[in-house]
């Protein structure tokens, strides 16, 4: 084999290599949680709903790579964790008492209030609750706010998402007032 030969070789060799190394820089570097499969949420201030057990919600996972680009992420390899808010309250025969694993346990055999299956859907179960609050003081029109919820993060090869949040309305009787003479639980939901 003589030089120029080997000069070539080498060269592509390295040409070859360095065309491999171009493609390594696309990889992970965060994951995030949505409620559409068809597009990414901002992964702050990702919540669900829920009004009742026939009205499941649904998080999926993305993840942000290095090109810019987002992928859903699914399978075996994305796990979904549920727990209680810290601070959060339920609303419970007039008055409001503190979510405690205790009574609201979502990984409870069987789960309370909320149970999270492996791909990510939430659902209401019994027992039922409502987390939201009225605080409208004056008029006829009640303004709902919660005051407990539930957090949902889901991890992905050594990544864990921000926190995306679950209020619960799946009580049917709220707080009977005059800003709230149905005594709702929560504003019904709109079209989506």
Not at 59 to 85: A, E, H, M, P, R
């Amino acid at each position: 084999m003589n030089r120029k030969t080997l000069f070539a070789a080498l060269a592509c060799a390295l040409l070859a290599f360095s065309m491999l190394g171009c493609g390594a820089t696309n990889h992970l570097q965060s994951i995030q949680l949505s409620t559409s499969n068809t597009k990414p949420g901002t992964g702050v201030g990702t919540y669900i709903n829920l009004y009742g057990a026939d009205a499941p919600g649904q998080f999926f996972t993305w993840g942000n790579y290095s090109n810019g680009k987002q992928k859903l992420l699914y399978g075996d390899g994305v796990v979904y964790q549920i727990s209680i808010t810290p601070g959060s309250y339920v609303l419970y025969q007039g008055g409001y008492i503190p979510l405690t694993t205790q009574y609201y346990d979502p990984n409870a055999n069987p789960p309370q209030v909320i149970q999270l299956s492996p791909s990510g859907v939430v659902t209401a179960v019994t027992p039922f609750i409502c987390t939201w609050e009225n605080f409208a003081t004056t008029g006829s029109t009640p303004s709902f706010a919660y005051v407990g919820s539930y957090t949902v993060t889901a991890t992905y090869q050594g990544f864990t998402t921000p926190p995306a949040f679950v209020p619960v309305a799946s009580d049917v009787v709220g707080i009977q007032s005059t800003t709230n003479p149905d005594g709702l639980c929560t504003n019904p939901p709109s079209a989506q």
